[in-house]
């Protein structure tokens, strides 16, 4: 059963951080395309960043440049995505997802496994 598990959100004040962490287990992730989304209440759900199978190549979302960094640990089929410079806006559940390819989409359509999901909320 293939599964992706985030963890890692939670309440923090407007300048603050959060690491959030995205466990695979189920099949074999690390030739596989990882990405982050998220979805505030009422909002479609929308790309932040990307990264290939490699670590070698990421891509974010221009509103998060500069403050969110994505990484990987292949060897425990895990990916991160740290988070500072938190602004209320970036309230949202975040989702990571699997694309069974070398390299990243912004589209959630090219992606095929999805976690949960995990609940950032930043405080004003």
């Known amino acids: 059963q293939v599964q992706l598990v985030e963890s890692g959100g939670g309440l923090v004040q407007a300048g603050g951080s959060l690491s959030l962490s995205c466990a695979a287990s189920g099949r074999t992730f690390s030739t596989d395309a990882m990405g982050w989304f998220r979805q505030a209440p009422g909002k479609e759900r929308e790309f932040v960043a990307h990264i290939s199978w490699s670590g070698g190549s990421t891509f974010y979302a221009d509103f998060v440049k500069g403050r969110f960094t994505i990484s990987r640990d292949n060897a425990k089929n895990t990916v991160y995505l740290q988070m500072n410079t938190l602004k209320p806006e970036d309230t949202a559940v975040y989702y990571c997802?699997?694309?069974?390819?070398?390299?990243?989409?912004?589209?959630?359509?090219?992606?095929?496994?999805w976690g949960q999901g995990t609940q950032v909320t930043v405080s004003s």
């Open positions: 997802a699997a694309r069974p390819s070398p390299y990243g989409s912004y589209n959630p359509q090219d992606y095929v496994y």
